[in-house]
Structures are given as structure tokens and as C-alpha cells.
């Protein structure tokens, strides 16, 4: 049963733009009540990049270094879609994006992976120079 979908992956060229979507459905959308964020993990490697974090209202958002000012996250309340605008894409943005809901009372910056209380399964952005 999916929780939390990503869509809008795809492969690009470097410059272009990509509008990433997450929304929760059925009991992830009942329980969400934390700071969403995304993360994306490179080929190859294990780990999760945290890149953005907004907060329920969407009135707060964070961001990792890699992608200020080229990447939005926005939101319009607590029961709406996450959305993550990605502009200025470059090669090695080139990753699979996930999108994750923090758990109440953790914090939104650069969420620690234990916080997480859904993820997406994921969606794959190719950027090719």
C-alpha cells in the first residue's frame, strides 16, 4: 500500500527544469503532521542526501547547500501536496528522489533518517550534459 508517491521524474538536459510531486494517500495521510522533505541517493551509493525540508503550514523551508537557490520546496497547508521545484539542473544532480514525512517534534533541518515516519518510493531524474 503506498504512503507517500513521488511523480514527475524524468531525464533532462543540464539547465532544464523538473517539478517534483508527493502526496500522501489512505493511513499516511491521516498521520502526517510533521515537516516534509525531500532526499535523493546518487547511483551507486547507500546513503540519502537530504536536500529540503518544509515545515506543516509551509510558512518555513530549509535547504541543503548542494541546491540553494536552484531548488523550492513548497506546500500549501498540512493536507496538500509537497512539491519540489528544481531548476538549473545539472549532471550531477542526477539521482533518485525521495520524498519523506518527519515525524512530530523532530527537527526539520536536515531531518535525521530515524525521524522519517514515511517514505515515497522514490522517483529517478537523469540530467545528461
Known amino acids: 500500500q503506498v504512503q507517500l508517491e513521488e511523480t514527475g521524474g524524468g531525464s533532462v538536459q543540464a539547465g532544464a527544469s523538473v517539478r517534483l510531486t508527493c502526496a500522501a494517500s489512505?493511513?499516511?495521510?491521516?498521520?502526517?503532521?510533521?515537516?516534509m522533505g525531500w532526499f535523493r541517493q546518487f547511483p551507486g551509493q547507500t546513503e540519502r542526501e537530504w536536500i529540503a525540508s518544509i515545515t506543516t503550514d509551509g510558512s518555513t523551508t530549509y535547504y541543503a547547500d548542494s541546491v540553494k537557490g536552484r531548488f523550492t520546496i513548497t506546500r500549501d497547508n498540512g493536507d496538500s501536496p509537497v512539491y519540489l521545484q528544481m531548476s538549473g539542473l545539472k549532471p550531477e544532480d542526477a539521482a533518485m528522489y525521495y520524498c519523506?514525512?518527519?515525524?512530530?517534534?523532530?527537527?526539520?533541518?536536515?531531518?535525521?533518517?530515524?525521524?522519517?515516519?514515511?517514505w515515497g518510493q522514490g522517483t529517478m531524474v537523469v540530467v545528461s550534459s
Open positions: 519523506a514525512a518527519v515525524a512530530t517534534g523532530y527537527p526539520c533541518y536536515s531531518p535525521a533518517l530515524h525521524s522519517i515516519l514515511f
Open positions: 489512505g493511513y499516511a495521510s491521516k498521520q502526517i503532521r510533521g515537516c
